[in-house]
């Protein structure tokens, strides 16, 4: 069973810059490790037990499914995972429903003092591809994958919402409705002047927004420029109300509520 949100993607070109970036925003950021096919990352953990990572790359890899989102389509938020705690029979229920995506695989990373943490997950591909999350359930202890540090000076506690833009909300709203065994729920997003339908899983919201016909808008420009899916992302925080531009978070868009 699907149990909500267990991390965000952001791809950055410098991963070094990217960890200045977002400890200037007021994030807590803790190295991750490398993975054996050439990237390496950096963790903003939560308290909420969801994660940012930000991921870069040591070395060229041009097979990575979030090399060329980085390289051709700008980087930035380009995928989100979903936790499990029954990965074989989510990934059945997501090819079920004509999501292209990977056979499951054993994954792992190297930790700075040595541990290495290990998990299954699969990886969603084609026109799917950071509009349908990837799964992901762990081998070894989750508490060992998560950053420890999870105090904010922004007073972030967790994620809320991601926005991913379409121009059919149907088709993923159909897929996503059979995975987690629920509807989603009619709803508007007027600064991005979309609107489409929210599916609320483990106190985490994920909505499916398709531009307003009437007149163009920021989630319009998004889709027209083919930056991946992901529009926005929302944060929960105890500190005051704030928008952060991509221009300054190294190209995602971040309210904080």
């Known amino acids: ?30 190295e991750g490790g490398k993975h054996p096919y050439g990237s390496y990352n950096a963790l903003i953990g939560f308290a909420d037990g969801s994660y940012i990572e930000l991921l870069g790359f040591y070395e060229e890899s041009p097979d990575h499914p979030w090399w060329d989102l980085l390289h051709e389509r700008g980087g930035g938020l ?6 499990t705690d029954d990965i074989r029979a989510d990934h059945a229920a997501f090819r079920a429903q004509g999501v292209e995506c990977s056979e499951l695989v054993e ?14 997950n699969n990886k969603v591909m ?25 105090d904010h000076a922004n007073g972030v506690t967790g ?4 926005a991913l833009a ?4 149907a088709r993923p709203a159909t897929v996503m409705a059979a995975a987690l065994g629920v509807e989603g729920v009619a709803m508007t997003y007027n600064v991005a002047r979309g609107s489409g339908l929210r ?6 919201a994920l909505d499916y927004m398709a531009p307003s016909r009437a007149v163009d808008g920021p989630l319009a420009a998004h889709l027209a420029g083919n930056r991946p899916a992901p529009y926005v992302v929302g944060f929960e925080t105890t500190g005051p109300a704030q928008r952060f531009d991509p221009a300054d978070t190294e190209g995602v868009l971040i309210e904080l509520t």
């Open 1 to 30: 069973m699907i149990t909500g949100i267990d991390h965000i993607v952001i791809a950055v070109k410098s991963l070094e810059r990217a960890i200045k970036t977002y400890r200037g925003l007021g994030f807590t950021v803790v």
């Open 78 to 83: 380009v995928d989100f995972c979903l936790a």
């Open 107 to 120: 994954g792992g990373r190297s930790r700075p003092d040595g541990y290495t943490v290990k998990w299954i």
């Open 126 to 150: 084609g026109e799917w591809q950071g509009l349908i999350p990837f799964i992901i359930e762990d081998l070894t202890p989750r508490e060992e994958r998560l950053p420890r540090e999870t």
């Open 159 to 162: 994620i809320h919402s991601i």
């Open 166 to 169: 379409t121009d059919d909300v």
């Open 199 to 204: 599916f609320t899983v483990g106190g985490h």
